[in-house]
């Protein structure tokens, strides 16, 4: 009996398929996956949002798969090739690729030599000589021979045989998918330099002569070569096996063949040429098609383990502290172009602009002081956010001398990413949102913002420009664009929009709200004020029932009508809490945050026929602490003073710094030197480390120790057992430890394009963190952290500081008062 596609995907989640039926219900229906897993959770049983991601991508594949399925009958039934036996095999397909292996030898093709072979009347010969062997194939061909159709002599007559023997042989999906799998587990890749391309390809330098199983080649690997091989640097050759020069004679592969149509040396006349046919069969057609399907089986797990990297780090990203809604100073820094300044109050508006000189050339050091003090001391600035680009540590040298000259104005200075600032500069988004403002200054904005608010600020820019994945711009756009979009979806809904402050992007990731909807919710909030309650959203053009639903529990009215619109509780649920106000004599007001009150009531004493326990007690939660936001507290690293550049780095430092990425194969710390180094797999614990993301994420802050520097190749390396024995001397480019399948694990990227991670291996640590080719010149031009123009970029970093906690101390922000508030 089929299984049906709710049946299966219930299987391979491990929960029942009741619970499947129901959240496919509500996909269906336009509920987006935090609507269900935030307010359906009676519906699917308490289906978390992971599995319902997981139910979603797999729904989405099996109906493509149940489509071409239907498609493949329906071609089969008009060629009138469909018997039952056929179509059982057709529809017991669990796979894209068992479908296609089924479908190949009917599919419509190009006229082949084996059915031009069929045409000339050759089918008879091939099936005679496969059956029966015993035959002498010359004599058996001279009956064949006919000058009208094309076989002039009785070679002619065995060659077309032989084409129509390959294509039944190679059109065999029982056979194809054996083959494949054994090639899958038993095949390697093989890479090799191109003649003369040794010094242009230099950054490929761990591939000239490599070799490893396809199933143990993490996905880094796999990526490098091939865009070595896209960049003409590389051959590849995918072997089925390792070569075994103590076995001649034919391959396991062709073994396999002959078994399968009964091919056997026995002395026979026919024996022979079955044998290289089956050889023929084998070298011409069935392992350029596997070899396809394993390049194209190797991208695709690359692809899909690169997406997921991708995609968490991106979470963690935009999941950072935000420091609070503070009037923050920008800083977006240069040397010749000069450092970028913008004052944004509280709100993120944006209230100056200016740019001043005081590096070289300019060098007009307090000329830049007096404008910075006039700029904090007119808007009351609590916060300075320097971009950690090209001139970022004279940037922050120039911030410190302010605020040790100012006590009183009482400044944070905070180093910050600039990630993407130059893509958001010179987007359509940044001309509509800050329209009269030169792009270059509209960096020292976006610089300024993150540090308020991270998530609102960085949803502005394509997730692809952050510099948060390795060879991103390698990947399937289709791919990538869905998770990161997904991504994006689950962490603005996590943490919840306060819909009268976010701007038309950032509310246009809120569930149920598109562009246009968001652009129709900014336009009637500058027309009619601020929204005073959820329920004046309905009056928003275009903004139906449906959408209602979906988007009212994400968005956020704080001082309004109703204390319940500053929550998270779902409108529809507001006569669960009246219900609660009526049993304890409270207002809704007074009853919100009495922690006391709420946690005497009973859940299960406010369950009905429409909201359950699950949905009760998330409501009795949210009122404890309404409106609470789920990201940590805001903390920064202490960059160590005198430590500002590579040079200046000394083997055995032991240093504080902050995870900015996160790959496969290790990850990147930025420790204050325009240069991140990396802290490799194997350098993070004692214990065997399967997954780099199980001991840090990006953001996190951690003491590393400096094992090794290469100034020249502008790589560090970097150590989490701050105990091992760093290298004896500076440049010494010492690899880590190699280990496992004898190559070792020292995966270090070559230099990339445009904010991405790519792996090397076998090297020493390498920061991918350089400076901006060239500084922006008003279209943004150079900007290496980004997915723009210029150089390769450095990965996002979380915010970083000296000595953070005191400043934030004497600034009045703490752990549990990230939105600004001073106790």
């Known amino acids: 009996m089929t299984t049906s596609i709710e049946g299966r995907i219930a299987e391979e989640l491990g929960v029942r398929e009741r619970q499947v039926k129901a959240a496919v219900e509500l996909l269906d229906g336009g509920s987006t996956v935090p609507f269900i897993a935030r307010y359906r959770k009676e519906a699917t049983e308490m289906l978390d949002d992971a599995q319902l991601r997981t139910l979603e991508e797999r729904l989405r594949y099996l109906r493509e798969l149940e489509d071409r399925r239907k498609a493949v009958l329906d071609s089969v039934q008009e060629q009138g090739k469909l018997d039952a036996a056929l179509e059982a095999q057709i529809r ?36 005679g000589l496969l059956d029966d062997p015993s035959r002498d194939p010359l004599i058996a061909a001279a009956a064949f021979v006919d000058a009208d159709k094309g076989v002039a002599d009785p070679a002619a007559a065995l060659e077309g045989a032989r084409s129509i023997l390959t294509e039944r042989f190679s059109e065999d999906a029982d056979l194809t998918g054996e083959l494949r799998e054994r090639m899958w587990s038993r095949g390697r890749v093989v890479a090799k330099v191109r003649d003369g391309k040794e010094e242009a390809g230099a950054k490929f330098a761990d591939y000239f002569d490599f070799a490893e199983p396809f199933t143990a080649l993490p996905s880094h690997r796999v990526l490098a070569m091939l865009r070595g091989e896209k960049e003409d640097v590389l051959d590849l050759v995918l072997e089925p096996e390792e070569p075994d020069p103590g076995q001649p004679g034919p391959s ?37 098609h596997l070899g396809i399907d394993m390049r194209l089986r190797l991208r695709t797990a690359a692809e899909d383990e690169a997406v997921r990297v991708f995609a968490s780090n991106l979470r963690d990203l935009l999941l950072a502290a935000p420091a ?67 001139a970022s540590r004279e940037t922050d040298k ?72 390795q ?83 994400f968005l956020r009215i704080r001082g309004g009508d109703d204390p319940l619109d500053a929550s998270s509780v779902h409108p529809e649920a507001y006569p669960v809490v009246r219900t609660m106000v009526k049993r304890t004599g409270n207002d809704v007001a007074s009853l919100v945050g009495n922690t006391d009150v709420l946690r005497s009531l009973r859940p299960d004493e406010f369950v009905d026929e429409k909201f359950g326990l699950p949905t009760v007690t998330d409501i009795l939660k949210e009122l404890e602490k309404p409106g609470r936001d789920p990201r940590p507290a805001f903390r920064t690293a202490t960059f160590k003073e005198g430590v500002e550049k590579i040079g200046d780095l000394a083997s055995g430092m032991v240093l504080e710094g902050v995870v900015t990425n996160v790959a496969a194969f290790g990850a990147f710390v930025d420790i204050g030197v325009h240069q991140d180094g990396l802290v490799h797999v194997s350098a993070m614990s004692r214990t065997f480390v399967k997954d780099p993301r199980d001991v840090v994420k990006p953001g996190d802050i951690v003491k590393v120790k400096v094992m090794d520097v290469d100034i020249p190749r502008k790589r560090i390396s970097l150590t989490l057992r701050l105990d091992d024995e760093a290298a004896g001397a500076q440049g010494g480019g010492q690899s880590p430890r190699r280990e496992r399948n004898g190559r070792g694990e020292g995966e270090r990227p070559p230099r990339q394009r445009q904010g991405e991670q ?18 922006r010149q008003g279209g943004g031009q150079g900007r290496s952290r980004d997915g723009g123009q210029g150089a390769a970029p450095r990965p996002a970093a979380a915010p970083a500081n000296s000595a953070m906690a005191d400043a934030l101390r004497r600034a009045g922000v703490t752990g549990s008062d990230r939105g600004g508030r001073k106790r």
């Open 92 to 127: 017991a397909a669990d796979t894209k690729a068992r479908l296609e292996d089924i479908y190949l030898p009917f599919k419509p093709k190009r006229r082949t030599k084996a059915q031009i072979a069929r045409e000339a009347g050759l089918e008879p010969l091939a099936s």
């Open 398 to 469: 120039l911030a410190g001398e302010l605020c040790d000259r100012h006590p009183e104005l009482n400044l944070t200075k905070v180093m910050v990413s600039e990630a993407g600032a130059s893509v958001y500069s010179a987007s359509a988004f940044a001309s509509q949102e800050l329209p009269d403002m030169d792009v270059s200054l509209r960096g020292a904005v976006s610089i300024a913002r993150r540090l308020q608010d991270p998530l609102a600020e960085l949803v502005k820019i394509d997730p692809k420009s952050i510099g948060v994945g």
């Open 758 to 775: 790519g792996p090397r291996q076998g090297q020493g640590g390498q920061g991918q963190r350089q400076n901006r080719s060239s500084e």
């Open 324 to 390: 609070g809604t503070r009037a923050t100073l920008g800083l977006d820094p240069g040397f010749r172009t000069g450092v970028k300044v913008a004052v944004v109050d509280a709100t993120g508006k944006v209230v100056a602009t200016e740019v001043i000189h005081p590096h070289v050339p300019a060098n007009k050091w307090d000329q830049s002081l007096a404008t910075l003090e006039r700029l904090a001391r007119e808007h009351r600035v609590d916060l300075i956010a320097i971009g950690n680009g090209t």
């Open 471 to 553: 060879y991103q711009h390698d990947l399937s756009e289709v791919k990538l664009s869905r998770s990161l979009d997904a991504v994006v979806e689950d962490c603005v809904n996590g943490v919840g929009v306060d819909v009268n402050t976010a701007s038309a992007r950032l509310l246009s990731r809120v569930s149920g709200i598109g562009t246009g909807l968001a652009e129709n919710i900014v336009a009637h909030r500058d027309t009619n004020g601020p929204f005073r309650s959820r329920r004046a959203l309905k009056d928003v053009a275009r903004l139906g029932p449906k959408a209602y639903e979906q988007c009212a529990g």
């Open 252 to 288: 396991a592969y062709e073994n396999t063949i002959a078994r399968r149509f009964g091919v056997a040396d026995r002395g026979r006349p026919g024996d022979k040429w079955l044998a290289d046919t089956v050889r023929w069969a084998w070298r011409t057609r069935i392992l350029v």
